[in-house]
């Protein structure tokens, strides 16, 4: 298969001019007025296509007998070295090849001075080209570089000042013109101008569309290219109360061109020779390609910020667009932009979903281009939510847990009860977590019955399971067993409804009938160190079956909760190893709150010392503790070992 003539969302290259189209006049007059003027600047929005006008329109038209063109640069500061980081990162760039101990200490000026002046074929000094591409993170800088990044741009004014061939040309965002403003005599020697670089009109996007096919074996059928462009030049406007009313632009984002045309390009079969008018139509689907753009660009921000993208599809929907369908502006504020940390609007702008500018000392962004309206939009399937929703809950970010849930019932149809039921199930743990005991029943009753309308019989499981552990943590063991039963009466082998019956037939006294359960819940679990584990070594060392309770608790060793190492100072004790277990049981009392039953182990434990005030002291506190409070069978023991001292 040929390769594509389209780049996609990167940048082009140096040596892809001749796939470069629709940006000619532009490359040709900043070619020459760059070198002609002392500081040319080159700006415009994020995805504008600076770079690629720099790198595949201008670079290429620069003669090499008649300048002396240098590498682009991009200047971070560079701070291996002795002296300014941003110096050394200019001059690193400059100058790839050269040691950096060569360039250790040295000025902006001196590094100038000392290259070889080249000179043309009448003999006249050659202009040096010097571009900075992305040179807004000049302006942008942290407060503790603004010192060093000010006395750089000294330095580079100083070398313009000395040697009156240098042209410098600034590649920038839009946004940050403002910043440069202030060092444009002192960089331009008087000598200045701006370029502004505006999107494709109709006519240069067709050439950007049509002209690259040259290289390949494929051309536009009649009507196909103009199909596509116009198809990027319309807007859809969908307001919220359902009326959708569309615009044509006049001009093209060549970041979306780019997207949509590598899109086309791999959706063709390898012997189509000729792209028609049908597969535009067909296959060109422009908001379905900007969507396939968003969500990939959402996904992978989404993963360096340890975010969903769902989450994230929530946030710029209910911010970024109003409620006619129109791009809504929001600024930054110290640490988040629109209650979303600010370092993620930076990445989405990175990735051509935003574009930020200043405006009187505010940044302020926006989506890139109201064709993103419809892709952030177009609802993402609803298992993604649901999804999204399950790992939000799992990290305790209950709100965003249920926006989401709240996203996947918008996003299903109106009638789609599997939706609904996981829904109801996500609410009531959202409402579970927050306190909301009542409303927590009245989502996993509802999920429980919606499920078994569907005959979904482990999603019943999983509703009533949530429902009895609710009843659980409310202290009330018997409608917590009796709602657990029910679980297993429908799903025999449930691993977490078989671990809270065994916590609720433990707290109620019933520690030999949780053991066969607790032992299910092991052999199920998928990983061998659960609360299943944990909580039959416990009982077993209650039980005085202490070598039994060793074997579990050594598995859970990792686990520093006070119950594990309370018990497994009891188990030890009772083995007689007990300088091992005086030192775990002071481990137990120092990892936090002692329970009752930590309290009662810590008195068995001294007991079996020989230091029986201590064992009477414990068992006491034992006795009045209260969250959670003995079961009764440990209760009996601990007044049988107070009454005994």
């Given at each position: 298969?040929?390769?594509?003539?389209?780049?996609?969302?990167?940048?082009?290259?140096?040596?892809?001019?001749?796939?470069?189209?629709?940006?000619?006049?532009?490359?040709?007059?900043?070619?020459?007025?760059?070198?002609?003027?002392?500081?040319?600047?080159?700006?415009?929005?994020?995805?504008?296509?600076?770079?690629?006008?720099?790198?595949?329109?201008?670079?290429?038209?620069?003669?090499?007998?008649?300048a002396d063109l240098l590498p682009v640069a991009r200047v971070r500061p560079e701070t291996a070295g002795h002296g300014n980081p941003y110096v050394r990162g200019l001059l690193s760039a400059l100058a790839p090849d050269r040691p950096v101990e060569a360039l250790a200490g040295m000025t902006v000026s001196r590094f100038f001075g000392d290259r070889p002046e080249l000179r043309d074929r009448y003999g006249d000094p050659m202009p040096v080209l010097v571009a900075v591409d992305q040179a807004e993170e000049l302006f942008d800088v942290p407060a503790q570089r603004e010192d060093e990044r000010d006395a750089f741009l000294a330095q580079l004014a100083e070398a313009v000042a000395e040697h009156d061939g240098l042209h410098l040309l600034l590649v920038l965002r839009e946004e940050h013109l403002a910043g440069v403003l202030p060092h444009e005599r002192l960089l331009g020697?008087?000598?200045?101008?701006?370029?502004?670089?505006?999107?494709?009109?109709?006519?240069?996007?067709?050439?950007?569309?049509?002209?690259?096919?040259?290289?390949?074996?494929?051309?536009?059928?009649?009507?196909?290219?103009?199909?596509?462009?116009?198809?990027l030049r319309t807007v859809t406007y969908a307001r919220d109360d359902g009326r959708v009313s569309q615009i044509e632009g006049k001009t093209v984002e060549p970041v979306q061109l780019q997207v949509v045309c590598s899109a086309l390009w791999e959706s063709l079969e390898p012997d189509i020779s000729v792209i028609t008018v049908e597969h535009v139509r067909l296959r060109a689907d422009v908001d379905r390609f900007l969507v396939g753009f968003c969500r990939r660009a959402l996904e992978r921000v989404a993963a360096e910020h340890g975010r969903t993208?769902?989450?994230?599809?929530?946030?710029?929907?209910?911010?970024?667009?109003?409620?006619?369908?129109?791009?809504?502006?929001?600024?930054?504020?110290?640490?988040?932009?629109?209650?979303?940390?600010?370092?993620?609007?930076?990445?989405?702008?990175?990735?051509?979903?935003?574009?930020?500018?200043?405006?009187?000392?505010?940044?302020?962004?926006?989506?890139?281009?109201?064709?993103?309206?419809?892709a952030v939009r177009t609802a993402a399937p609803p298992r993604n939510y649901l999804d999204d929703a399950r790992l939000a809950l799992g990290r305790g970010e209950f709100e965003t847990a249920r926006r989401l849930t709240d996203e996947a019932v918008r996003a299903s149809s109106f009638d789609d009860v599997h939706v609904e039921g996981e829904a109801q199930l996500i609410l009531g743990e959202v409402a579970a977590a927050s306190g909301d005991v009542e409303g927590a029943k009245d989502h996993f009753e509802k999920a429980a019955g919606i499920s078994a309308s569907l005959q979904q019989y482990d999603a019943v499981a999983e509703a009533l399971t949530a429902d009895g552990r609710l009843w659980l943590a409310q202290g009330d063991y018997p409608q917590a067993i009796d709602r657990l039963k029910a679980v297993l009466s429908?799903?025999?082998?449930?691993?977490?409804?078989?671990?809270?019956?065994?916590?609720?037939?433990?707290?109620?006294?019933?520690?030999?009938?949780?053991?066969?359960?607790?032992?299910?819940?092991?052999?199920?679990?998928?990983?061998?160190?659960?609360?299943?584990?944990?909580?039959?070594?416990?009982?077993?060392?209650?039980?005085?079956?202490?070598?039994?309770?060793?074997?579990?608790?050594?598995?859970?060793?990792?686990?520093?909760?006070?119950?594990?190492?309370?018990?497994?100072?009891?188990?030890?004790?009772?083995?007689?190893?007990?300088d091992a277990a005086e030192q775990e049981i002071l481990d137990?009392?120092?990892?936090?709150?002692?329970?009752?039953?930590?309290l009662l182990r810590a008195a068995r434990v001294y007991a079996l010392l020989g230091r029986p005030e201590s064992a009477v002291e414990f068992s006491a506190r034992a006795l009045d503790a209260a969250s959670p409070a003995l079961p009764p069978y440990l209760r009996a023991i601990a007044l049988k070992l107070r009454a005994a001292a």
């Open positions: 298969m040929t390769p594509s003539p389209y780049v996609g969302l990167r940048a082009f290259g140096t040596d892809e001019n001749a796939l470069f189209f629709g940006r000619e006049r532009e490359a040709r007059e900043l070619a020459i007025i760059w070198q002609a003027t002392g500081l040319t600047i080159l700006y415009g929005a994020s995805g504008s296509g600076k770079t690629s006008l720099l790198q595949a329109g201008v670079l290429p038209r620069i003669e090499p007998g008649r020697r008087g000598s200045r101008a701006r370029f502004p670089l505006q999107p494709l009109a109709r006519t240069a996007a067709l050439d950007a569309v049509v002209r690259p096919l040259g290289v390949t074996d494929r051309v536009f059928a009649p009507g196909a290219a103009e199909l596509l462009v116009d198809s993208p769902g989450e994230l599809q929530h946030w710029l929907r209910t911010s970024f667009v109003t409620d006619h369908g129109t791009r809504n502006t929001v600024y930054e504020g110290l640490h988040e932009t629109a209650g979303m940390p600010n370092e993620i609007a930076a990445a989405l702008e990175d990735r051509h979903i935003l574009r930020g500018e200043h405006r009187l000392g505010i940044r302020w962004y926006e989506l890139q281009h109201d064709r993103l309206i419809s429908w799903v025999p082998n449930h691993s977490g409804a078989q671990l809270a019956l065994g916590q609720a037939l433990w707290h109620s006294g019933q520690p030999q009938a949780a053991l066969p359960l607790l032992n299910g819940a092991v052999e199920l679990a998928r990983s061998p160190s659960g609360e299943a584990l944990a909580l039959r070594g416990q009982i077993l060392a209650d039980l005085n079956r202490s070598a039994d309770a060793l074997r579990d608790l050594d598995r859970v060793r990792d686990h520093q909760q006070p119950d594990i190492l309370a018990a497994r100072a009891l188990a030890l004790a009772a083995t007689g190893r007990l137990a009392l120092a990892a936090g709150p002692p329970t009752g039953p930590v």
